[in-house]
């Protein structure tokens, strides 16, 4: 049994949000794919939650698409520690940039959990999802800030995520198990966001 989103070991993943893989994404989809991620990343912000972003071959895909640079900024400036790498493995957690990176990401009581957000589901969301369980965090996908360019492989991407013991998530689920209570400063700033 997965235990709820804690502030000390959370940390947000996202995954290969980049801009010449939108326009192959189902509109209505990745609006709010890309509104629920930029949630996620102001979440991570205000509870101090580490951020890790990869870029699949920038070169070719492009960089990371505007509005979810927009909220990186935004959480940069509230202080939120971000750390960024390209790749040219599917799963962002087989990077050797993540590799290096990750002892440093290590909490002392318990496993990471690790709350990922991305694109394709079926591909980069899963092999990270199924990379990083594999090695002991405890994984968190939210349902609907992934997408595929089908909603086959979407749907099949989540499977394969919770068969790879990850729990199929939504953004609202995160924010308010990371929130814990109601009536906090916190509270107040990030359920606007979800509503």
Known sequence: MT????RGRAGLFV???QARLVPAMPDEIVADVLRNSAVLIATAAK???PIVVSEQYPKGLG????????ALRDAAAAGAVIHRYDKLEFSAAAAPAFLALAPRLAVGHGPRQWIVCGMETHVCVYQ?????AHRGAEVHVVSDAVC???ETNWKIGLELCGRADAVVT???VVVFDLL???GTDEFKALSKLVK
């Open 47 to 49: 509870l101090g939650l």
């Open 63 to 70: 960089p990371t698409v505007e509005p979810i640079e927009a």
């Open 170 to 172: 939504s953004t609202e």
């Open 3 to 6: 235990a709820g989103l804690e």
């Open 180 to 182: 814990v209570r109601a």
């Open 148 to 150: 595929s360019r089908a």
């Open 128 to 132: 990270t999802a199924r990379d990083l």
């Open 15 to 17: 995954v290969d949000l």
